[in-house]
């Protein structure tokens, strides 16, 4: 049943992207994303992106000053080294803008305007090139200044996911259940793998290769030169990124089940079920292990499995937790507030709601 009503959710969230393609009509409502440096949570939810300070919760600043809705916001926000946050619309217009972090002003004169589909996928930045995924399948290439640096490349599926990158290669996934290995320099892709189902998730990039999950419910191992395999399985499917800490591969799945995978062995440590659904992906940070699920709980897991806290935001949450400094950002949808701040014994720090 569990899955029946995350399919339904998904699908309906999924055809309102096609739906505003076609016919011009604004993105059905979705998570928020979130993001975060030493000083601000950057939350992107439906018309507006808001700039919290991680001091005390206070409204840094919003954007645009007016809600339009058409320019809707929904992906994760990323942070350059440069001092950019950048994410695009996935509204019926979808310029691909840059913010000043600090101010919320525009950097660039002018938004890139170039595709065709929604910002549903947060872009990858490395080597002073930005890598921007669409819904209308096309990855595109822009330099820091928001100007195309080399033609698109089609890959083809709605593209959902951050791309990941060892250093050498990229890797690329799509909701037509393939995986796409690109070469930046070349510009062309080297390998597809079949990955059997939809793959809304980041790849996680560890030693020799990277780890991904989809709707197959399994984890693939994928090599730079294409090989892959199969290298631990859940009970239903899973969204998120898998999280590698040293030999230790975490994951979790629509049942609610996080699992535990020793890489060098291929054996699973442990798996545990705290409550309800789990979409976001696991946050490791010291000795614990963060899990939010759709039932608007968040726990803390220490490396046996074992619940250490539990707190209920409300809600129901799809976002992947972020660190800042020593604070745990949570954003739930549908409850009383957009944001929660925890320290690691779980004690709640503030919470921020925009104000209506």
Known sequence: MKTKRFLLFFLVVLGAIILSACSGQPLANNWPGLAADAKHAYISSGSFIYAVDVQNGKEVWKYPAEANNKILFYANPVLTEDGQLLIGSAGTEHPFISLDPDTGRENWTESFTGAKGAWMASPLVINETIYAPN??????ILDLNGKQAADPIQLGGALWAKPSSDGTLLYVNSLDHHMHVIDPVQGVVNEVIDLGGAAPGSPAVGAGGVFVGSFASTVEFVQPNG????????????????????????????????YSLDLASGNQNWDAQPDGPVVASLLIV?????????????????????I??????????????????????????????????FDAEGKQAWTFAPEK
């Not at 707190?311 to 957009?338: E, M, R």
């Open 135 to 140: 819904t209308d399948g096309f990855l595109y």
């Open 227 to 258: 090989q892959h395999e199969a290298i631990a399985k859940a009970g239903n499917w899973i969204w998120g990124t898998p999280s590698i800490d040293g030999e230790t591969l975490y994951y979790a799945d629509l049942d609610g089940i996080v």
């Open 286 to 306: 010291g000795d614990q292990i963060y899990v939010a699920t759709e039932s608007g709980s968040f726990f803390a897991l220490d490396r046996d499995g074992k």
């Open 308 to 341: 250490v806290w539990e707190k209920t935001p409300g809600g129901k949450i799809y976002t992947s937790p972020v660190l800042s400094g020593d604070l745990i950002l949570v954003a739930p949808y549908q409850a009383d507030f957009a944001l929660a701040a």
